[in-house]
């Protein structure tokens, strides 16, 4: 008898995420793209402000914008921003492994939700 009541606990929990599951797939592509479109825009601002010290919080907020969208958002946030730390350590930048780190803690604090202004250096434009 206990058997039979956890396989149908069991079966109900599965088809409760299956359906949920099923139920938002279809948000998740348009999730990703605008999480990517918010990544290259917080990158473009970026370049645009030229501001010292302000890269850990353009990467916060581009994660922190992209997360915002959903899963797809997320997905694509942590993608870009282990795919740019991977190759900028390819690369000869002199940055090394710990700023590498610090991007990464900055990614992850805007990915979960962190408010990406822990990281706005003073005197940054409001427009950023």
């Known amino acids: 008898f206990n ?4 396989k ?10 299956v359906v949920e599951t099923q139920a938002q797939w279809y948000q ?7 999480g990517a479109k918010d990544m290259w825009h917080a990158y473009q601002d970026m370049r ?4 010292k010290n302000s890269d850990k919080y353009f990467h916060a ?10 899963p797809g958002g997320r997905w694509a946030a942590e993608v870009i921003s282990d795919a740019r730390e991977a190759l900028q350590g390819l690369g000869n930048s002199g ?10 803690e900055a990614n992850r604090w805007g ?3 962190g408010d990406p202004n822990r990281y706005r250096p003073n005197g940054l434009p409001n427009k950023y």
């Open 61 to 70: 907020r581009g994660n922190y914008d992209a997360a915002n969208r959903g």
């Open 28 to 34: 998740f592509p348009g999730q990703a793209i605008g």
């Open 95 to 104: 940055r090394g492994k710990v700023d590498s780190e610090a991007d990464q």
């Open 48 to 51: 645009e402000a030229n501001w």
């Open 3 to 6: 058997s039979v009541i956890m």
């Open 8 to 17: 149908l606990i069991l079966a109900v929990l599965v088809l409760v995420l």
């Open 111 to 113: 990915r979960n939700g």
